[in-house]
């Protein structure tokens, strides 16, 4: 199952599904990794995804 949610609902999501070991999509960017640190907290698993398709659009 793959649910997605808007930004405003990160902090209501973690409080619902804590604990249950979900794995979480994340960015490399500095949002990801701050978010990244507080899920863990509450029992998720951050997967990161992929950036290098993208690291030549940037330079």
């Known amino acids: 199952m793959i649910l997605s949610f808007w930004h405003t609902c990160i902090f209501p999501a973690i409080y619902v599904w804590r604990n249950l070991q979900i794995r979480v999509m994340s960015s490399d960017s500095f949002d990801g990794e701050w978010t990244g640190r507080i899920i863990r907290k ?18």
């Open 42 to 59: 509450f029992g998720f698993v951050k997967v990161r995804g992929s950036s290098s398709l993208h690291r030549g659009l940037h330079h």
